[in-house]
């Protein structure tokens, strides 16, 4: 028989935000104990959803209970957050969502809590409307953010800062890249239409295909074949942007897991040596490249040390996809808002400095590097940037433009959600000397067009 799916995702939920673990890794061990596709998918929406406003139904759920619940009872907690997202973001029918809570009680062997989850969800739906009105009070319940994010954001972005928060907790469309080596965009549009899956083209990103609605990738017409990857647009930019020449020497120096390394590849012939200093992270990249039949020098090696791993051949280009806050990926990874804190950021600030001038000397004259961080935090980015320009070092900034986003700085920032992708930050710096390049890096609005 199979699992109690508000069993499994109150289980997956305690473990995302009451236990500290990554919401993917957690759907992965536990979607599989699920014997039915729609229960899989069932599970997921409810994990997502419940995630992203875990700061807001927790805080009601404090409301609602006379005492905290104790560590002990973090699954009860759990599903009753996970019952007022689906009462409240899911639109489930209220009797429903009581009834099957209480009966999870039951297969969970919480058989003792079915009074508790019973009365706090009769007073939740009673009690509705004034409760809203004073969970509103509470900033981070109300904007599903936590605090430190808030300050931070309206502290770098005041006059976007509420189109920020929005998209934040808006759920993002799936998006495909599609391998452009192996068939054509259109033609994959096609493909998926025939199969009964929905989908558009992106406006401007030649390699982008925008899903209707989630589903297993194992549907995807050719997945297997490594006709396509699910990866958002604002990534795709990034190979783009790199703009790597046939034949040349490349450099991912942070590459789990490894989404921008084979967009790199499919698009032509390159030396390319892909770094990641996690051994579970690198298996990744593997499993990626191995899909996508591609091929190239992978390692698990830390890009700050460079004499362990580094043959002193300069590289063409180097793609730097810094370590960062994910500040602007909070529509595809929810469970960030809960696990980053503000103590976060120093630190990752000071490894990106860090990596920055070692990764710099590798580079040849004439070669590029792009900085590429998924942060809206300037902390991070045109800080990071301007800093290093201004060291007095060979580096020239190559001027970015895009259809979606503006200038910060010597680079080119995106905020969630501007034309359907997600928060990310690049900056070109070009060694000197070498031929001069003026023009600014740009894709136009005309599908395969980069310039």
């Not at 020098?297 to 043959?311: E, G, S």
Request: proline share 6%.
């Amino acid at each position: 028989m199979s699992a109690n799916p508000r069993v499994v995702a109150a289980r997956a939920l305690s473990d995302i935000a009451v236990h500290g673990q990554s919401l993917r890794q957690v759907l992965a061990a536990d979607l599989p104990v699920l014997e039915h596709g729609r229960d899989r998918a069932f599970v997921s929406a409810i994990v997502y959803a419940s995630t992203r406003s875990w700061l807001r139904w927790n805080a009601a759920l404090q409301l609602l209970l006379v005492k905290p619940l104790p560590r002990k009872l973090a699954w009860v907690q759990a599903l009753l957050v996970s019952a007022l997202a689906q009462l409240e973001d899911m639109d489930i029918a209220p009797h429903a969502v009581v009834s099957a809570s209480v009966d999870a009680c039951e297969a969970s062997g919480h058989g003792a809590q079915r009074g508790l989850v019973n009365a706090i969800l009769r007073r939740w739906l009673r009690e509705r409307n004034a409760l809203l009105k004073r969970l509103d009070e509470n900033v981070e319940a109300r904007f599903r953010l936590p605090g430190w994010l808030l300050q931070a954001l309206r502290r770098d972005w005041p006059g976007e800062v509420d189109a920020i928060i929005a998209a934040s907790n808006r759920e993002a469309s799936p998006m495909l890249r599609v391998n452009l080596a192996r068939m054509d965009r259109a033609q994959y549009l096609l493909a998926l239409d025939a199969a009964g899956i929905r989908a558009q083209l992106h406006s401007w990103i030649p390699t982008a295909i925008v899903l209707e609605h989630s589903l297993d990738v194992a549907r995807l017409p050719g997945w297997a074949d490594g006709l396509c990857s699910m990866q958002d647009g604002a990534a795709q930019l990034a190979a783009m942007l790199l703009d790597a020449p046939p034949n040349s020497r490349v450099l991912d120096a942070c590459a789990a897991p490894g989404g921008k390394a084979c967009h790199i590849l499919e698009r032509g012939p390159v030396a390319l040596t892909a770094l990641d200093r996690d051994l579970q992270r690198t298996q990744r990249v593997r499993e990626n490249l191995d899909r996508l039949r591609l091929t190239c020098d992978l390692r698990t090696a830390d890009a700050l040390q460079p004499d362990a791993w580094w043959d002193g051949q300069m590289y063409d280009r180097i793609l730097l996809d810094a370590p960062c806050s994910a500040s602007g990926v909070l529509r595809r990874q929810p469970d960030v808002r809960l696990h980053r804190r503000a103590s976060d950021i120093p630190e990752l600030a000071a490894q990106q400095r860090r990596l920055l001038p070692t990764l710099w000397p590798m580079l040849a004259p004439g070669g590029i590097l792009l900085y590429a961080t998924c942060s809206l935090l300037r902390a991070e980015n045109a800080q990071q940037i301007d800093g290093f320009l201004q060291e007095g070092t060979d580096a020239e900034a190559i001027p970015i433009k895009l259809p979606a986003g503006r200038a910060d700085g010597a680079g080119w920032q995106i905020l969630p959600g501007e034309d359907g992708i997600d928060g990310m930050f690049f900056a070109l710096l070009r060694k000197q000397p070498g031929d001069q390049v003026r023009g600014a890096r740009h894709i136009d609005e005309a599908p395969g067009t980069l310039n």
